[in-house]
Nanobody, 123 residues
């Protein structure tokens, strides 16, 4: 059984940085595209970043591009998201999800979801 565990959320001031991680168990991260989504209070869930080993692709939503970096560590079977220059509007619960179709960009067809980790950015 594939399981995803997100961690690393917390409270940070605007302009600060935070790294959240998604540890995958039950399968190799190389078999999936690993996506990060977020959902802010009262808003719909949105995809923010994705990484796929198929084409070494890294994908970012326009709202985070240039500020955040996604990376993978195969030795730990973990995908991390380094969030720099955080803004109050980045406050949300962040979820990682895996798609068997190892391509990024569609934000659809996730096969497995982890529980979220809360990121709060104070102004």
């Amino acid at each position: 059984e594939v399981q995803l565990q997100a961690s690393g959320g917390g409270l940070v001031q605007a302009g600060g940085s935070l790294r959240i991680s998604c540890e995958v168990s039950g399968s190799s991260i190389d078999d999936y595209a690993i996506n990060w989504f977020r959902q802010a209070p009262g808003k719909e869930r949105e995809g923010v970043s994705c990484i796929s080993s198929r084409d070494n692709g890294r994908y970012y939503a326009s709202s985070v591009r240039g500020r955040w970096t996604i990376s993978s560590d195969n030795t730990k079977n973990t995908v991390s998201l380094l969030m720099n220059s955080l803004k109050p509007e980045d406050t949300a619960v962040y979820y990682c999800a895996a798609s068997r179709i190892p391509l990024c960009g569609s934000w659809r067809g996730m096969d497995y979801w982890g529980k979220g980790t809360l990121v709060t950015v104070s102004s």
